[in-house]
């Protein structure tokens, strides 16, 4: 195994740990112990949207970390790679989809408690999940024009 490919890895492992361990603890305590009990019946929604949004963050990990199996397999230029970037996409569309369902939520709360910060922060994961859908989807036509070519000359020769 290559060392670099050792660091992506474990790079998508960390990944996972810390998303891991607020949806364990940290949504949890909120649950428990609310800052404010008044908003129980905003608060709620926004959580499940959080907790709801777990799940395709960790199949978009787990694809990733496919993906960096096929390319230390020698498998880079297959479908395989190609179907595990565009369920990376898939994952990255649904979760920036959950997130604008849940940001009406994050409005209510942000005038109950005037906090118009609160706004923009819920805006962030909406707008990084676009950006890595839409560079999922460069790199899978890429992939697949890169295969294609690859395909011809290997038809040509």
């Known amino acids: 195994m290559k060392r670099g490919s050792l660091f992506l890895k474990m790079a998508v492992f960390l990944m996972g740990i810390p998303v891991l361990a607020l949806g364990i603890y940290a949504l949890i305590w909120l649950v428990h112990h609310p800052f404010n009990p008044d908003y129980d019946h905003i608060l709620y929604p926004i959580l499940i949207g959080m907790y709801v949004s777990m799940i395709p963050y960790f199949?978009?990990?787990f694809q990733a970390f496919q993906l960096l199996n096929y390319i230390d397999k020698?498998?880079?230029?297959?479908?395989?790679?190609?179907?595990a970037l565009k369920k990376i996409k898939i994952c990255a569309i649904i979760i920036s989809g959950l997130y604008v369902i849940v940001l009406p939520f994050v409005y209510l709360l942000a005038e109950l408690d005037d906090a118009p910060g609160l706004v923009l922060i819920g805006m962030v994961p909406i707008f990084a999940s676009i950006v890595?859908?839409?560079f999922a989807a460069v790199?899978?036509?890429l992939l697949q024009e890169a295969i294609d070519i690859k395909s011809e000359n290997d038809l040509t020769v």
């Open 59 to 61: 199949a978009a990990l």
């Open 74 to 83: 020698g498998q880079a230029f297959s479908k395989w790679s190609v179907k």
């Open 132 to 134: 890595i859908a839409v």
């Open 139 to 141: 790199l899978q036509r």
